[in-house]
């Protein structure tokens, strides 16, 4: 079977299509996640938190989308606001202008303030509902930038990135509330193009990923700065592993738990996933033996959705579609039973993996495998596959290369 990568890109077709049609079944969570921040009211800092390959960046992105799809005029983003209408239950979504920052991806900016200032102006030339021809905004926006930077010569954005780089700009501003005075002027110009009530809502995405410098260089411009009303901020995280990187910048001792308590006004749980729907849209929903056992694995190791994908992705290489036209116990064994507890194990724990080829620690597998059977049954089945074991085992390392 040729390899087919589930893992989908959150490029802009595929944010389309995942919404259209529920494919992780987060259209709910989605509407929610939105409605709570129609709730709130005030400068905001909110955590999207949960651990590594569960789709928060995808999450993120898709609810920039809906955003996006209620502010806009165009017939292309209809489909997206009708498809998720549904959830919104006698409610009737608020104004946002969306931006989406990569902070892993911009860590080489020396500073984060104009690094994501760049990142909304940037969005702004995007937006061809939002052209702007009025010279007199360029040369206010201009002139806010270059009262932060004497880098900045004129409103052209593509320039601005060159002057963001290796430059420690804010190091020449002495007065801070200078600097949050004119930053809330920005904000106020940006947002003169839609309704009053409308807010800017900053999605910063892979914090976590970043050197701890950068990372905690960003919370504090944050707190410090970005202190307009009409400003959120949402930060998907891992917040064990963002309390790792704040540790490494002020060191172990430090109270990093309370620090983003202190830092976020709500921290907020990623929506989980209907893992029926996810399955169906992988094709993974066949009732077969491989797949009873598939399951168990994932369920057992607690797969997040990016190791599920790998996971699959590895057992349509390496079992055929057909393996037997008669059923052969060895067979079965072989291809609905072990192939895919090895495969899983060794995505999970290298280690236990190596332990498990080299005959100890046969208690997992005894556990995945029995499906109904004795003991003693998986240890016969076990001891008839010595012999073709390393076989096996030279097969399944050959897919992690």
Request: proline letters at 3%; one cysteine or more.
């Amino acid at each position: 079977m040729s390899l087919i990568n589930y893992e989908l890109k959150p490029t802009i077709d595929n944010l389309k299509q995942s919404i259209l049609k529920d494919m992780a079944g987060r259209n709910k969570g989605i509407s929610h996640f939105i409605e709570f921040l129609d709730a709130t009211s005030g400068n905001m800092a909110i955590a999207l938190d949960d651990t590594w390959g569960n789709g928060k960046t995808f999450f993120v992105k898709q609810t920039q989308l809906v955003m996006q799809s209620y502010n806009s005029s165009e017939n292309e983003l209809s489909d997206i606001k009708q498809s998720i209408s549904e959830y919104f239950i006698n409610h009737n979504p608020k104004n946002y202008f969306p931006v989406y920052y990569d902070a892993w991806s911009n860590d080489n900016d020396t500073d984060p303030i104009l690094s994501i200032i760049f990142k909304m102006l940037q969005d702004i030339e995007d937006l061809e509902e939002y052209e702007i021809t009025d010279k007199n905004w360029w040369d206010r926006i201009a002139s806010g930038l270059e009262a932060i930077s004497t880098t900045f010569g004129g409103p052209r954005i593509k320039q601005f990135l060159d002057s963001v780089k290796g430059k420690d700009i804010l190091a020449e501003i002495k007065q801070n509330k200078e600097v949050e005075h004119i930053l809330n002027g920005m904000f106020d110009l940006v947002l003169e193009k839609y309704p009053d009530s409308t807010r800017i809502v900053f999605f910063i995405d892979e914090l976590d990923r970043c050197c701890p410098n950068f990372a905690v260089r960003l919370l504090e411009r944050i707190k410090h700065y970005f202190l307009n009303e009409k400003v959120i901020f949402v930060l998907s995280i891992n917040s064990l592993e963002l309390q790792h990187t704040i540790k490494r910048h002020y060191g172990n001792d430090f109270n990093a738990n309370k620090y983003l308590r202190r830092f976020f006004d709500f921290i907020v749980p990623l929506p989980a996933a209907d893992m029926r729907k996810y399955y169906d849209s992988i094709d993974f929903s066949d009732q077969n033996a491989r797949y009873n056992v598939a399951k168990v694995v994932i369920q057992k190791y607690n797969f997040s959705l990016r190791e599920i994908t790998r996971y699959i992705q590895y057992l349509n290489v390496a079992i055929p579609e057909k393996y037997s036209t008669d059923f052969q116990l060895k067979n079965f064994f072989y291809f609905d039973v072990l192939i895919p507890f090895l495969i899983g194990l060794n995505i999970h724990d290298l280690k236990k993996y190596n332990e498990f080829i080299n005959g100890e620690n046969l208690n997992e597998f005894i556990e995945v495998a029995q499906l109904g059977k004795p003991d003693w049954y998986c240890h016969i089945l076990l001891d008839r596959a010595k012999e073709t074991l390393k076989k096996i085992q030279r097969m399944v390392a050959l897919l992690f290369l």
